[in-house]
T-cell receptor
């Protein structure tokens, strides 16, 4: 398997623009997670899905952020409108099950810069 | 408040030397603790996962220990290699062990010099 795939790898945009990040989880994995990583705050869970259904979105910072998972092989994280403070690396991860000792497999991340 | 504190923030060692990274947590109740390795520009990769009943777990030259009574964990790297240069992140799972309830440390940045 190719692992978790994210696109784009880098995104530079101007404040106010809409940004869409994409993720393809590992085939057969039931859980999908979206994280944000910054130097100041480290890794933060934004939202996660189980079988395409959002389970917990309490980490989503504002209404400007939204995530969807229309099918088992694709998810998007959208920011509209984007702000400079959204600049970070956004990771998608998936796991086979959501059990306590199941491993999360991370994608390579999308580095977002909002000017 | 549930927190995970890692020390040191950064560390420089010479190739071939051993080192130990520390993780203290205040998460309660506690389910399990994970160590991740994150190379620059890449996503984290799982090294070990330990439940509250496990004291030690190894993965090659990496050995993690856990003391659930004192809420401390350590990651020991033996005979370091240049490829060990990375950030090491300690992650604690709280009540229920749900993967949606993970508390992340900010990591220790390790640099291995030749």
């Amino acid at each position: 398997d190719a692992g978790v795939i994210q696109s784009p790898r880098h995104e530079v945009t101007e404040m106010g623009q809409e940004v869409t990040l994409r993720c393809k989880p590992i085939s057969g994995h039931d859980y999908l997670f979206w994280y944000r990583q910054t130097m100041m705050r480290g890794l933060e869970l934004l939202i996660y899905f189980n079988n395409n259904v959002p389970i917990d979105d309490s980490g989503m910072p504002e209404d400007r952020f939204s995530a969807k998972m229309p099918n088992a092989s694709f998810s998007t994280l959208k920011i509209q409108p984007s702000e400079p403070r959204d600049s970070a690396v956004y990771f998608c991860a998936s796991s086979f099950r959501g059990g306590a000792t199941d491993t999360q497999y991370f994608g390579p991340g999308t580095r977002l810069t909002v000017l | 408040k549930n927190q995970v504190e890692q020390s040191p923030q950064s560390l420089i060692i010479l190739e071939g030397k051993n080192c130990t990274l520390q993780c203290n947590y205040t998460v309660s109740p506690f389910s399990n603790l994970r160590w991740y390795k994150q190379d620059t520009g890449r996503g984290p990769v799982s090294l070990t996962i330990m439940t509250f009943s496990e004291n030690t777990k190894s993965n090659g030259r990496y050995t993690a220990t856990l003391d659930a009574d004192t809420k401390q964990s350590s990651l020991h790297i033996t005979a370091s290699q240049l490829s060990d240069s990375a950030s090491y992140i300690c992650v604690v799972s709280g009540e229920g062990g749900s993967q949606g309830n993970l508390i992340f440390g900010k990591g220790t940045k390790l640099s291995v010099k030749p």
